[in-house]
């Protein structure tokens, strides 16, 4: 997802864990908030910023792949659409930044830790945008990947990580439609704008699909997640249901899905399909995806070239308070 | 590492004329024009409000959690401050 293969720290019996360690757990079983200067295991806090971190820079990281059509859009009413979903996703980032930020890490030391690469963002980011289509794919598939895994987040037991994502969730929906929006107009547009929408479709299914991160069924990290309600679903869970509710919107676009094993199980009650090429995504994640380095370079570069704003806003307030302290009232 | 990192603001907005303003989350920013500034774009891209208060987070003295029950639970035997603790017959008519 946003958040792939977060590390947790190892899981705890009921009769390993301290008396503190319990009650904790207990709060969390009954659906309690944990708020940011309660008692909490350092586990807990450490998994958090490293999920909510990643999560973050996903929102920012995310950026890139559509800001790189905005000055292309076909319409001044797209661009000025597509101009809102981005503005979007950097508002995202900056609600999980400071949700992470509660739990005690700076905003430049997250900033350090993924541009130096010990923190990660999302594996889909590292995939290019060839095409105006690619922005109806994205919105359609990549946002709503992103959804299927924000809305059980809502309900998550750390309180400024669910309100965060309560407030995400409330702009997500545009993020999709719009998406959608673009991919109905090019299949129904000429044929080679619906080859166009085939293709992104083509090319953006099973980077989708690897969004949730490999099968973590019989995974610890996912077990202690699970318990401390930080991660509400199994990777598998959340993946099955975003195949059953995309199939269908692609069968309305009159669009076929890549993968010729897709069938409906009358049985499961769910679709079959094949699992996206798991060594593909290692080899993304370590840092051999066609973009990353493209990416990290412009997030390295745009917060070295900010520096000079920052520090000379930061001297101007600086100044300006220092101002107003000699003479109180000058300043009114 | 940037010389000196922006500081924490808490960000309050009155969604409505006649509500109280909310607390809706933080963002850093230089001072406190600059963060009023920042507040509109990140929490009201959407006509969320129509009022923003800035405060410095520094500047917010909370309670502790560790005195939680102290400060509150002794309002929990009070419960004679809740109107549904008398009993007012029927016949008196609505109070
Ligand atoms: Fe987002
Ligand atoms: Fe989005």
Partial sequence: ?332 | MSRKEWPLWEIFIRGQHGLNHRHVGSLHAPDAEMAIRNARDVYTRRKEGVSIWVVRSADITASAPSEKGPMFDPAESKVYRHPTFFDIPDEVGHM
């Fill in chain 1, 1 to 332: 997802m946003y958040a792939q293969m977060v590390k947790s720290e190892g899981m705890k019996s009921a009769e390993e864990m301290t008396p503190e360690e319990r009650a904790f757990q207990n709060r969390i079983d009954r659906n309690e908030k944990i708020e940011p200067k309660e008692w909490m295991p350092e586990g807990y806090r450490k998994t958090l910023i490293r999920q909510i971190g990643q999560h973050a820079h996903s929102e920012i990281v995310g950026q890139l792949p559509e800001g790189n059509w905005i000055t292309r859009a076909p319409t001044l009413e797209r661009k000025a659409i597509l101009l809102a979903k981005v503005q979007d996703e950097a508002g995202h980032g900056l609600y999980l930044y400071s949700a992470a930020e509660t739990l005690g890490v700076s905003r430049d030391e997250l900033m350090e830790k993924l541009h130096s690469g010990a923190m990660k963002y999302s594996s889909i980011f590292n995939y290019p945008t060839l095409t105006w289509a690619d922005m109806g794919a994205v919105g359609w598939l990549v946002d709503g990947a992103a959804i299927m895994n924000q809305v059980p987040l809502q309900r998550t037991s750390y309180g400024p990580y669910s309100r965060a994502m309560i407030r995400i969730c409330k702009e997500e929906s545009f993020h999709q439609r719009q998406g959608y929006a673009i991919m109905m107009k090019m299949a129904q547009g000429t044929p080679e704008q619906k080859e166009m929408a085939q293709d992104a479709l083509n090319r953006f299914w099973y980077p989708a699909l690897m969004m949730f991160g490999p099968s973590d069924k019989d995974s610890v990290h996912s077990a202690q997640s699970m318990a401390w309600k930080i991660k509400m679903n199994t990777n598998d869970e959340l993946r099955q249901k975003f195949v059953d509710e995309t199939v269908p919107q692609a069968e309305y676009l009159g669009l076929t899905v890549p993968d010729e094993t897709l069938r409906w199980n009358e049985e499961r009650g769910h679709y079959d399909f094949a699992e996206p090429d798991w060594n593909e995504f290692f080899e993304v994640i370590k840092g051999n995806g066609p973009c990353n380095r493209e990416r990290l370079e412009a997030r390295r570069t745009a917060w070295e070239e900010g520096r000079w704003f920052r520090e000379g806003l930061m001297a101007y307030a600086e100044k300006s308070a220092a101002r107003r302290k000699a003479a109180p009232h000058a300043a009114e």
